[in-house]
T-cell receptor, first 113, second 115 residues
Framework: DQQVKQNSPSLSVQEGRISILNCDYT??????FLWYKKYPAEGPTFLIS?????DKNEDGRFTVFLNKSAKHLSLHIVPSQPGDSAVYFC????????????FGKGTRLHILP | GAGVSQSPSNKVTEKGKDVELRCDPI?????LYWYRQSLGQGLEFLIY????????KSGLPSDRFSAERTGGSVSTLTIQRTQQEDSAVYLC?????????????FGAGTRLSVL
């Protein structure tokens, strides 16, 4: 039972354009959402997060949008840069329950020159 | 140390042998997590610790897998009688575990190859 779903295994975007990575979740108890970025041979690194009390959080080129009614979140990267090529993982937790974080399968982003 | 440290970085073993993977979390982090990433797959949750206890072991694939954490710090993941399907990158992460801002910090992983 996959509670966090990233339905696009890969995405290619032209350098300078906007990259939009999508994530859906099924558990209505989730109240905190995170995005991680992973380069080959390295561990994932935290990118940005959002609490369920917000619908948007912005940090530089990265913005995360949360639509609770649709149980959907997205990560926008603008403008996309070559160094953004990586695997992006969406993750979610139910902080009032435990510290467990559930990850999606990831989306591989390719930034094209 | 400054970050999460995992050892060894690479491990090649023969089918049927036991292996131990080690994780040193960030000092002061009470929560520790183990994940597995098989080739072409996402992060598969294995187990997590809050202090020395493991509230959730639901992700352990079989009884050949076990983990312990002592002194609220170092954790060891043990795989007994390894099988080829155990080949994967095993990732460890730690967090403050405050239930408020629960950001996990990952190590670089141990790449396990079972021949």
């Amino acid at each position: 039972d996959q509670q966090v779903k990233q339905n696009s295994p890969s995405l290619s975007v032209q350098e300078g354009r906007i990259s939009i990575l999508n994530c859906d979740y099924t558990n209505s108890m989730f109240d905190y959402f995170l995005w991680y970025k992973k380069y080959p041979a390295e561990g994932p690194t935290f990118l940005i997060s959002i609490s369920s009390i917000k619908d948007k959080n912005e940090d530089g080129r990265f913005t995360v949008f949360l639509n609770k009614s649709a149980k959907h979140l997205s990560l926008h990267i603008v403008p996309s840069q070559p160094g953004d090529s990586a695997v992006y993982f969406c993750a979610a937790s139910a902080r009032n329950r435990d510290d467990k974080i559930i990850f999606g399968k990831g989306t591989r982003l390719h930034i094209l020159p | 140390g400054a970050g999460v440290s995992q050892s060894p970085s690479n491990k090649v073993t023969e089918k049927g042998k036991d292996v131990e993977l080690r994780c040193d979390p960030i000092s002061g982090h009470t929560a520790l997590y183990w994940y597995r990433q098989s080739l072409g797959q996402g992060l598969e949750f294995l187990i997590y610790f809050q202090g020395n206890s493991a509230p959730d072991k639901s992700g352990l694939p079989s009884d050949r897998f076990s983990a312990e954490r002592t002194g609220g710090s170092v954790s060891t993941l043990t795989i007994q009688r390894t099988q080829q399907e155990d080949s994967a990158v095993y990732l460890c992460a730690s967090s403050l575990g405050t239930n408020l801002i629960n950001i996990q910090y990952f190590g670089a992983g141990t790449r396990l190859s079972v021949l």
